[in-house]
């Protein structure tokens, strides 16, 4: 996905590293410059892989990965019935991008028509990212899968202007217990809790605990407060780890 208005995706059918040939693919666009690009989940992804098995011109792939093939409705190249989502798509562009074995050819191909099942969507009309069950395309044999477990959200400063890094206090950015992604966590907030608000976290059974057998050790306190403090942030507790980190 390259766009959202309008509505792009590119790939790119790079030439044989071995003999310097093109693929069908390439081929297939040149003499009908359209194409559907089909969403690929864990369920179906030994069928992918074999479709990409280099059988002669003309082979029918759908036949031979045992696809099932579903007529478009805006462009000639059929849909794959067993893909969670199939973009429609017309090839606005192709860029040769080198001559030599490797070179790829990017296609610029916009979407016009997207097939999405049912049983993938909210009650609010959004993608439920944990149901897809999508793969990804590594290197060589290797290939991941995106599942619930590996799922995780992080909440994009676009709407309120982070403080960031270099705002942090001292003590606080330059800590070797917290690491660089709980620096970011606390960084991406708008502003820091007040005194009166930090205070508050003192009377937390946890926190008095450390404040209590850490008197007159303020390296082993700046250490307990800190592990507290990132513990806190796993949790996605910025606010009361931003507190514990001002006491």
């Given at each position: 996905m390259f766009s959202s208005n309008p509505p792009i995706c590119v790939f790119s059918p790079a030439r044989r590293v071995r003999d310097n040939n093109t693929k069908h693919t390439y081929?297939?666009?040149?003499?009908?410059?359209?194409?559907?690009?089909?969403?690929?989940?864990?369920?179906?992804?030994?069928?992918?892989?074999?479709?990409?098995?280099?059988?002669?011109?003309?082979?029918?792939?759908?036949?031979?990965?045992g696809f099932t093939e579903l007529r478009s409705i805006l462009v000639k190249p059929p849909r794959v019935a067993e893909s969670?989502?199939?973009?429609?798509?017309i090839v606005n562009q192709?860029?040769?991008?080198?001559?030599?074995?490797?070179?790829?050819?990017?296609?610029?191909?916009?979407?016009?028509?997207?097939?999405?099942?049912?049983?993938?969507?909210?009650?609010?009309?959004?993608?439920k990212q944990d149901?897809?069950?999508?793969?990804?395309?590594?290197?060589?044999?290797?290939?991941?899968?995106?599942?619930?477990?590996?799922?995780?959200?992080?909440?994009?400063?676009l709407t309120n202007m982070g403080i960031g890094i270099d705002a942090l206090p001292e003590r606080?950015?330059?800590?070797?217990?917290?690491?660089?992604?709980?620096?970011?966590q606390l960084?991406?907030?708008v502003s820091l809790p007040t005194d009166e608000e930090a205070e508050e976290i003192m009377y937390d059974p946890d926190i008095k605990e450390?404040?209590?057998?850490?008197?007159?050790?303020e390296t082993t306190r700046t250490i307990a407060l800190q592990t507290k403090a990132r513990e806190l942030l796993a949790t996605g507790d910025v606010s009361a780890a931003w507190k514990v980190l001002l006491i």
């Open positions: 081929e297939n666009l040149l003499e009908v410059p359209e194409c559907v690009i089909n969403i690929v989940n864990y369920a179906m992804v030994q069928q992918t892989s074999l479709a990409s098995t280099e059988y002669p011109k003309g082979v029918n792939e759908f036949v031979k990965a969670p989502a199939q973009l429609e798509c192709i860029i040769p991008l080198g001559t030599k074995g490797g070179a790829g050819n990017l296609v610029i191909a916009e979407i016009k028509l997207i097939h999405i099942n049912d049983d993938l969507f909210s009650q609010t009309g959004e993608i149901k897809v069950d999508l793969v990804a395309r590594l290197g060589g044999d290797w290939y991941c899968r995106v599942t619930k477990e590996n799922l995780f959200r992080i909440v994009k400063p606080v950015r330059n800590s070797f217990v917290l690491s660089g992604n709980d620096l970011g960084a991406n907030v450390i404040l209590d057998s850490t008197i007159g050790d």
